[in-house]
Nanobody, 122 residues
């Protein structure tokens, strides 16, 4: 099975930046879509950004213009550059990956990382 390992979370003040990374291991040739999700405290998990292996990206409205996602397709390494962070960006951030089934937040991704915490203080 595909293994996803996230890194790069931490604590910053409002307006700060963080960069998250997600490295995929094993059977990475099966991956066609990767995404970042987050779960704010006491809330449901929500999609943040998704990218397919053709490079097509989609972002949640709340992060457009502030977050940028990139994918190293050869290494299957996903990054999320988060700028102008706000307290409502706080949450556990998860990397997800899936095979051929479209690339959108509500699909069944199949593989999830353990998560990395992002905390933004005011």
């Amino acid at each position: 099975q595909v293994e996803l390992v996230e890194s790069g979370g931490g604590s910053v003040q409002t307006g700060g930046s963080l960069r998250l990374s997600c490295a995929a291991h094993r059977f990475t040739y099966t991956i066609r879509c990767m995404a970042w999700f987050r779960q704010p405290p006491g809330k449901e998990r929500e999609g943040v950004a998704a990218i397919d292996t053709d490079g097509t990206r989609s972002y949640a409205d709340s992060v457009k213009g502030r977050f940028t996602m990139s994918l190293d397709n050869a290494k299957k390494t996903l990054t999320l550059q988060m700028n102008s962070l706000r307290p409502d960006d706080t949450g556990m951030y998860y990397c997800a990956a899936g095979g051929v089934d479209g690339c959108y937040f509500t699909r069944d991704f199949g593989y999830w990382g353990q998560g990395t915490q992002v905390t933004v203080s005011s």
